[in-house]
Nanobody
Framework: VQLQASGGGLVQTGGSLRLSCAAS????????MGWYRQAPGKQRELVAT???????NYADSVRGRFTISRVNAKNTVYLQMNSLTPEDTAVYYC????????????WGQGTLVTVSS
């Protein structure tokens, strides 16, 4: 599966952005889809994931501010980001985790989010 992330940009502190991740095929039965981010000089970290059953998981740093959603009919996953702070500045990557016999991760190309103070 190929993933195309979009929606990043420059926003001021307190602003909002919505990221989109379009998959090349149906996401209906993809076990987990989510967003990760990597800030300069830091390791990639989980932001939010959602299972095919609709259960969501968020990093403590974004819980209450970010919302992940899957629209299966559009093969798209969204990340609504509100109340952004400079600490949210990072490249955001879309992820699809598929488990058949083994688990394999698929990654999008990343979209840059910059939050100015």
């Amino acid at each position: 599966v190929q993933l195309q992330a979009s929606g990043g940009g420059l926003v001021q502190t307190g602003g909002s952005l919505r990221l989109s991740c379009a998959a090349s095929r149906s996401i209906f039965n993809i076990n987990d889809m989510g967003w990760y981010r990597q800030a300069p000089g830091k390791q990639r970290e989980l932001v939010a994931t959602q299972t095919s059953g609709g259960s969501s998981n968020y990093a403590d740093s974004v819980r209450g501010r970010f919302t992940i959603s899957r629209v299966n009919a559009k093969n798209t996953v969204y990340l609504q980001m509100n109340s952004l702070t400079p600490e949210d500045t990072a490249v955001y990557y879309c992820n699809a985790r598929i488990t058949v016999v083994n688990t394999k991760d698929y990654w999008g190309q990343g979209t840059l989010v910059t939050v100015s103070s």
